[in-house]
């Protein structure tokens, strides 16, 4: 059973209560448009109970929607918690024999960074389904350790992908390097952002599809501060909400 805290709320609706305030006093910082960056909660490990949990606070800025990366666990989960109506992200690395099921099972991806991914997306994505939204994953630090496509072949894939016509492209996602460092944190979102809005031009090319290019998927529960300065549109939190869990990976 969750523990509970004084006057009824859980353990959870106390850290995202938390969370919530310090998303709405960034955007006042950083002069963002109050309500403007939505709370992503990264559940991947986590019980689908805890999700129900959240999903029923029903708290502004949260949304009903999670992310996953882990595709067996995510199919579990979103069986289980079918009756809710939640909307599913999809963050972790896409390996090509996956990519029926995430077609099939969700509603955003956010690590797209190879046309073969996205091609495999939209020709997998089922009939009668909307399009599958999807965000392109920048290597912005240039680690060889994590997914991504780099600056250089960002436009080239931006332009590919938007001609596909069960993809709907809305924006980029990154993961910076680790650092303690606000300006090194700010600097590497900024980067991200320019990028952004350096495609918004491509996204206005006559012959690709209808553009909705409006999402930055960029920040985590260490630096969420200065991904909302930087433009920020999702944040994507799991420790801050669910509390630590025992295996830590690079996705929150």
């Given at each position: 059973?969750?523990?509970?805290?004084?006057?009824?709320?859980?353990?959870?609706?106390?850290?995202?209560?938390?969370?919530i305030?310090?998303?709405?006093?960034?955007?006042?910082?950083?002069?963002?448009?109050?309500?403007?960056?939505?709370?992503?909660?990264?559940?991947?490990?986590?019980?689908?109970?805890?999700?129900?949990?959240?999903?029923?606070?029903?708290?502004?800025?949260?949304?009903?929607?999670?992310?996953?990366?882990?595709?067996?666990?995510?199919?579990?989960?979103?069986?289980?918690?079918?009756?809710?109506?939640?909307?599913?992200?999809?963050?972790?690395?896409?390996?090509?024999n996956?990519?029926?099921?995430?077609?099939?099972?969700?509603?955003?991806?956010?690590g797209?960074?190879?046309?073969?991914?996205?091609?495999?997306?939209?020709?997998?994505?089922?009939?009668?389904?909307?399009?599958?939204?999807?965000?392109?994953?920048?290597?912005?630090?240039?680690?060889?350790?994590?997914?991504?496509?780099?600056?250089?072949?960002?436009?080239?894939?931006?332009?590919?992908?938007?001609?596909?016509?069960n993809?709907?492209?809305?924006?980029?996602?990154a993961?910076?390097?680790?650092?303690?460092?606000?300006?090194?944190?700010?600097a590497?979102?900024?980067?991200?952002?320019?990028?952004?809005?350096?495609?918004?031009f491509?996204?206005?090319?006559?012959g690709?599809?209808?553009?909705?290019?409006?999402t930055?998927?960029?920040?985590?529960?260490?630096?969420l501060?200065?991904?909302?300065?930087?433009?920020?549109?999702i944040?994507?939190?799991?420790?801050?909400?669910?509390?630590?869990?025992?295996?830590?990976?690079?996705?929150?």
């Amino acid at each position: 059973m969750p523990e509970n805290y004084p006057g009824g709320k859980t353990d959870i609706e106390q850290r995202l209560r938390k969370l919530i305030a310090r998303v709405r006093f960034a955007e006042k910082t950083y002069q963002r448009v109050p309500g403007s960056v939505q709370i992503l909660p990264v559940s991947k490990t986590r019980s689908a109970q805890s999700l129900a949990e959240v999903a029923a606070l029903k708290l502004p800025g949260v949304g009903g929607a999670f992310s996953e990366s882990y595709l067996q666990e995510a199919e579990n989960k979103i069986t289980q918690l079918a009756g809710l109506n939640l909307q599913w992200h999809f963050i972790g690395p896409i390996q090509s024999n996956k990519t029926q099921s995430i077609a099939r099972l969700f509603h955003w991806v956010h690590g797209v960074d190879r046309i073969k991914i996205a091609q495999r997306l939209n020709n997998q994505r089922p009939t009668g389904l909307p399009p599958l939204n999807v965000c392109l994953q920048v290597n912005i630090s240039g680690e060889p350790s994590k997914s991504g496509v780099s600056l250089g072949a960002l436009p080239t894939l931006a332009q590919q992908v938007a001609t596909l016509p069960n993809l709907r492209l809305r924006g980029l996602m990154a993961i910076p390097a680790a650092s303690k460092n606000m300006a090194v944190q700010r600097a590497a979102f900024a980067a991200v952002y320019e990028a952004f809005h350096s495609l918004a031009f491509h996204s206005r090319t006559p012959g690709m599809a209808e553009p909705k290019w409006d999402t930055l998927s960029m920040g985590m529960s260490t630096d969420l501060e200065a991904a909302i300065a930087e433009g920020a549109t999702i944040v994507r939190i799991g420790t801050d909400i669910f509390g630590p869990r025992v295996v830590q990976d690079t996705a929150d």
